[in-house]
């Protein structure tokens, strides 16, 4: 409690040069630093050009300063912003001066932490302020926008209430043991613990695509020497970035890019061709695909469809268990339209055939990747979500069919009531309203500072 009377300030543009550089203060000083720093009380909630001074009266900068006095603010406390302009040297004369007048440097999010902390926003929300920053998409973008705005947590509410009204109904049969059981039994209980376990599982469904869409997938490519894997990462990226030549061998690192697919960011791994070599950099190189496997969500095996003998199964075992795998058949351009024709029907769709050359099949392969992931077809009305977000939300299912169970078997009310609250707490955490301090500051320490 102590430590939210200080008063914390920060950098809050980006490092390097630009027109405008920001510093923020936020905390009880800010009347004190305000009139210390530019000799006046700015008016509230009113752009005000100012000379910011040092301790010997000399200008650092001139600028615009804003001051939002409590509680009004992002933060709910009294909260200045300095614009002055965008270099690295007169931003740190500044923050000195500042951190001079009293003010200390903000740890990173912990502006965002005070919102939260005052009320001003639930976790979710501060979480989607740091997405916003971070999103990788349009849709990543709209998604967090999305969140900050309340969708999410609105939704979590709902749920909560839901619960809430279910515990009050069974803690009240509990309290009348005599009746207890008639009651819960008559009252449908059971149908409505299940019922409410549906809108859990319909709400963890909207949280894996928001997952999706901030954190995006890994995407391994590969395959045999040659058969075509940094030509089809070239294609997907629409740029040059991997060297593609007749001769196999030719990648050895691991290269990355991240491209979008119809709004999920895919971070795109390209690999060396796998096979026995005596060169001790290839071997390294597909050493190094093989260790790239194991943290893909998906694996893009390409085989060569003018090569007789790449039939790809015997990488199939490369692929470790639970990565999800596609198998590409590269180079069709190559082939006999009819011969095309004829393989792709006895394929049965088990295969995507495309040719990295002309661009033929991409769109299958895109469609076929999203359909991996999970990803619907539509990311309107989406809203960004985390991990911790869905782990929460599965507790939260688990205890309800748990409770479900209790009532249904042994006919246990007070199993019930105890599985209820601990549902209802597993929501409380996305909220942050039954979150441990430390998990709040270990959540708030990834947000950048400033923020
Ligand atoms: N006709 C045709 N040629 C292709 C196609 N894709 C790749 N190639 C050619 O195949 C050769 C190998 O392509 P790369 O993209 O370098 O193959 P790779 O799998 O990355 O090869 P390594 O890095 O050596 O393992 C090059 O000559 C490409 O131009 C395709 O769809 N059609
Ligand atoms: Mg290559």
Redesign the pocket.
């Known amino acids: 409690m102590t430590e939210r009377t200080d008063t914390i300030c920060a950098i809050a543009t980006p490092p390097g040069t630009g027109g405008l550089g920001i510093v923020r203060i936020s905390g009880p000083d800010v009347p004190a630093i305000s009139v210390a720093l530019t000799g006046i009380q700015p008016a509230p909630r009113r752009a005000t050009l100012a000379d910011f001074r040092d301790v010997h009266g000399e200008v650092i900068d001139s600028g615009i300063v804003l001051y939002f006095p409590a509680p009004h603010s992002f933060t709910g406390e009294h909260v200045l912003e300095l614009q002055g302009h965008g270099g690295m040297h007169v931003l740190q004369l500044l923050m000195r001066r500042v951190i001079g007048l009293g003010a200390r440097s903000a740890r990173p999010g912990e502006f965002s932490e005070r919102a939260f902390l005052n009320d001003k926003l639930d976790l979710v929300q501060a979480e989607a302020i740091a997405d916003l920053i971070d999103s990788g998409s349009d849709a990543a973008a709209r998604a967090a926008q999305r969140s900050l705005q309340g969708v999410f947590s609105a939704q979590v509410h709902q749920l909560q209430e839901e619960l809430t009204s279910l515990r009050v109904f069974v803690e009240a049969a509990i309290d009348f043991p005599d009746e207890e059981i008639d009651f819960l039994a008559e009252s449908d209980i059971s149908q409505r613990v299940r019922q409410a376990e549906n809108h859990v599982q319909e709400l963890l469904t909207g949280a894996r695509q928001g997952r999706l869409l901030r954190d995006g997938i890994v995407l391994a490519i590969i395959?045999r020497?040659?058969?075509?894997?940094?030509?089809l990462l070239n294609a997907l990226s629409g740029q040059e970035s991997?060297i593609?030549?007749?001769?196999?061998?030719?990648?050895r690192d691991v290269l990355r890019e991240q491209i979008d697919i119809d709004g999920i960011p895919v971070h795109v791994a390209?690999t060396?061709?796998i096979r026995e070599t005596s060169d001790p950099i290839e071997a390294e190189g597909v050493r190094r695909a093989r260790l790239t496997l194991g943290s893909a969500d998906i694996v893009l095996l390409?085989r060569d469809a003018s090569d007789s003998r790449d039939r790809g199964e015997d990488l199939h075992t490369e692929v470790p268990a639970g990565v999800a795998m596609i198998t590409v058949v590269?180079?069709i351009?190559?082939l006999n339209p009819q011969k095309l024709r004829q393989a792709i029907e006895q394929d049965k769709q088990a295969q995507i055939w495309i040719?990295?050359?002309?661009g033929q099949g991409l769109d299958d392969l895109r469609k076929r990747i999203r359909k991996t992931v999970g990803a619907s077809d539509h990311t309107e009305g989406s809203f960004s979500a985390r991990q911790r977000h869905i782990d929460a939300l599965r507790r939260s299912a688990g205890h309800l069919v748990a409770g479900f169970n209790a009532m249904e078997e042994f006919q246990a009310g007070e199993l019930l009531a105890e599985e209820l609250r601990l549902a209802q707490q597993a929501l409380g955490e996305i909220t942050g309203e039954m979150l441990p301090d430390d998990l709040l500051g270990e959540i708030f320490s990834n947000f950048c500072i400033g923020k």
């Open positions: 395959g020497p040659n058969a075509g894997k940094s030509s991997a593609v030549t007749e001769f196999p061998g030719t990648t390209d060396a061709g390409i590269n180079k351009d190559l040719s990295a050359k002309t």
